[in-house]
């Protein structure tokens, strides 16, 4: 995603474009970036449930060991022999969580600079660095608008496309039906 929106870029500023191809890239640039931060959203809530996933295992581990000592101290030698196995299980799931979440993190980290610099960039090509500004536009106030969206309203407008598009539906179908019923009316 990052490098088409980088190749759109160039070709932006390389050629002289018309007003008109210039304002659609940068309209493709600007949906690319909302998207980039729609997954940034993503990476988040990826990094949210490997913690809270890495918290659960952590207190699996630690009440193994906790029934482990336990079972040692009244010589279980059974219960201790399973307390073993599953602390292993457990320790190495641990660990995995551990290295997915640093791995995460350090993603969401590169994501987050790679969206800072597509927003300085576009915010460059939409002020007219490289050729003529956008007349009328006022660019930072419409960039913004449109990349300060909250998940709740990009929840809402999908949601609004979903009832649009049931209610189309339901209409066509009424029509259908109701072009049915007037032919076998004879009308």
Do not use: C, W
């Not at 160039?10 to 600007?30: I, V």
């Not at 602390?87 to 994501?111: C, F, G, P, W, Y």
């Amino acid at each position: 995603m990052f490098e088409n929106f980088r190749q759109s870029l160039r070709d932006l500023m390389d050629r002289s474009t018309t007003p008109e191809a210039r304002r659609a890239g940068l309209a493709q640039m600007k949906q690319t970036l909302v998207q980039a931060r729609m997954g940034l959203d993503d990476l988040r809530g990826g990094i949210e449930q490997t913690r809270q996933r890495l918290a659960a295992e952590q207190r699996e581990l630690e009440t193994v060991r906790r029934r482990k000592g336990l079972a040692a101290g009244i010589n279980d030698l059974e219960t201790v022999q399973l307390a073993e196995k599953y602390e292993v299980l457990h320790a190495e799931r641990t660990d995995v969580l551990t290295r997915k979440l640093a791995v995460q993190e350090s993603e969401l980290a590169m994501v987050e600079r790679e969206v800072a610099e597509m927003t300085t960039a576009l915010k460059s090509a939409m002020s007219g660095a490289a050729g003529q500004p956008l007349q009328g536009e006022s660019v930072a106030a419409e960039l913004d608008a449109m990349l300060d969206t909250s998940g709740a309203d990009v929840a809402q407008e999908i949601d609004a496309l979903g009832r649009t598009s049931a209610r189309s539906a339901r209409e066509a179908e009424a029509e259908r039906l109701l072009a049915e019923l007037k032919r076998r009316m004879g009308k």
